[in-house]
C-alpha cells in the first residue's frame, strides 16, 4: 500500500466519523518475543573499532577543512560588503556556521568515545551480571559444589 492510498484511506474514514485502529511501521521487528532467525542484539568489536577509525583518520579532519573552507570564502565576502546589511548578514550567518560545525565536531567526538568504550561497557555488564549471579545463591548449599544446579531429580523420587 503506498502513502497515498492510506493517507486517503485515513481521509475517508475521519470523514466517515471512524476511526483508523490500523498503523502499519515498515521494517520493523514483529511485536512479542525474538525469534530464531529474528534479529537481535548483536555487538562487534572490530565493526566498531573500524568506525573508530574512519572517524578519527577521515570524518573528523574532513569536517573540520569543510568548516575551514567556508571561513576563507564567507569572511572574503563579509570584508567586502561591510558597510552594507549583507555584510552583517553574512557575519550572524558565519556565527552560526561556526556554532554548527563546532558542535558537530563535539557530537563527532561523543561518538567516537561511545564506540571505544562500548565493548568495555558490555564486558564489564557481563562480568556485573555473572558476579551478581554467583553471590546471589551460596555454593555451600549444593552437595556437588555447582552453583544453579537444578535439583529437578527431587521431584522425581
Same mark, same amino acid.
Given at each position: ?9 485515513? !481521509? ?5 466519523? !471512524? ?58 565576502? @563579509? ?27 563535539? !557530537? ?23 558476579? @551478581? ?17 537444578? !535439583? ?6
Amino acid at each position: 500500500m503506498t502513502f497515498e492510498d492510506e493517507w486517503s484511506k485515513l !481521509r475517508t474514514d475521519a470523514a466517515a466519523g !471512524r476511526k483508523s485502529t490500523h498503523m502499519q511501521l515498515n521494517q520493523t521487528d514483529p511485536p512479542g518475543p525474538s525469534l530464531p532467525g529474528t534479529l537481535t542484539l548483536k555487538s562487534s568489536a572490530s565493526k566498531k573499532k573500524s568506525a573508530v577509525n574512519a572517524l578519527t583518520t577521515d570524518v573528523e579532519p574532513d569536517t573540520k577543512k569543510a568548516g575551514e573552507c567556508v571561513d576563507e570564502t564567507t569572511e572574503k565576502a @563579509e570584508k567586502e560588503f561591510k558597510d552594507w546589511a549583507t555584510g552583517s548578514g553574512l557575519t550572524d550567518a558565519l556565527k552560526g556556521w561556526h556554532t554548527s560545525v563546532k558542535a558537530l565536531q563535539a !557530537r563527532l567526538s561523543q561518538e567516537k568515545t561511545a564506540l571505544s568504550g562500548t565493548n568495555k561497557y558490555f564486558l564489564g555488564n557481563d562480568f556485573q551480571v555473572g558476579s @551478581e549471579l554467583t553471590t546471589a545463591v551460596p555454593s555451600a548449599q549444593y552437595s556437588d559444589n555447582t552453583p544453579f544446579s537444578s !535439583r529437578i531429580s527431587d521431584y522425581y523420587r
